[in-house]
């Protein structure tokens, strides 16, 4: 069989997209950048009054939605309500994510698991499943968002890492499996990026504080949400199979294998995270 082929350059430019978790953060501003290349765009929020005020905030050509990505009736509805207001689907960005309440799997509560995964992981395959069909009569692109917590340790706060690590592989087979339609994937992989999301993680709990300042440099380097944004448009645009922003985790990401286990190694012996790890559990119960 003979695959499609696929032009490297995706000009936005008249083209439909629909983003979830678009009510703020980095959502919100890949609404915004694919709007400024032209695309007509729905925002897709569990919070429908922000998804409408961030719509009208963009300006014409942009929809806000309510719908709950765990719910895979309601993002048919969100991928139907696009598709009449718009004539197609073109672009698909599954950005909705949380993180989880800091906690080692010894005392981390079963419904924040659940919560975190069903976000992350199955609100993802469920924006794929609903919009696949119209993503392959227009031949589009489709994007999940993982993050490079897919490769790197997570102690707790692992319910994170499974996600993102199951959207990275999602992804690599949803690539494969557009490609004889004439259709394409990306995996988008962020750092950490200064998101309300990171300040509730990183900055504001006692435990991520002190894993933050364990993050060496340029591991340590955040970047806006307008820069993770960009990034994942240029890769919409010239049909990338990856992005990932800051360019500082590229080469983590290309070395895991021999890395990892040097990391886990490490982490293994360091007594301070030991210390860390049994304070968050006493104050977890």
């Known amino acids: ?87 197609s689907l073109d672009v698909v960005v599954a950005n909705a994510g949380v993180a989880p309440v800091p906690a080692t799997l010894r005392v981390m509560a079963d419904d924040d698991f659940d919560r975190v995964i069903g976000i992350n992981l199955t609100g993802v395959f469920n924006t794929v499943r609903a919009a696949v069909e119209p993503v392959i009569q227009s031949k589009g692109h489709m994007v999940v968002v993982s993050s490079a917590a897919a490769f790197s340790p997570g102690p707790g706060g692992c319910s994170y890492m499974i996600s993102k690590a199951g959207v990275e592989q999602l992804g690599r087979a949803l690539r494969i499996e557009l490609a004889p339609h004439g259709a394409s994937a990306q995996i988008a992989y962020f750092g950490v990026v200064d998101t309300a999301m990171t300040h509730d993680t990183l900055d504001t709990d006692e435990f991520g504080l002190e894993l933050g300042a364990k993050l060496p440099w340029p591991l340590n380097r955040r970047i806006s949400p307008e820069q993770a944004a960009r990034s994942l448009v240029d890769g919409i645009r010239t049909r990338a199979q990856s992005t990932i922003a800051p360019a500082g985790w590229q080469q983590y990401g290309w070395l895991r294998g021999a890395l990892n286990p040097v990391v886990d190694s490490q982490l293994l012996r360091d007594r301070d995270l030991a210390r860390m790890l049994m304070k968050v559990e006493h104050r977890g119960g």
């Open 1 to 87: 069989m003979v695959l499609p082929f696929l032009s490297r350059s995706f000009d936005l430019s008249g083209r439909s997209a629909l983003v979830t978790g678009a009510a703020q953060g980095i959502g919100l501003e890949v609404g915004r950048l694919l709007h400024r290349h032209g695309a007509q765009v729905a925002l897709v929020d569990v919070d429908q009054a922000r998804a409408v005020e961030a719509a009208a905030s963009i300006g014409g050509r942009t929809i806000g939605l309510g719908a709950d990505v765990r719910d895979r009736d309601a993002m048919r509805s969100a991928v139907a309500e696009t598709v009449a207001a718009f004539g």
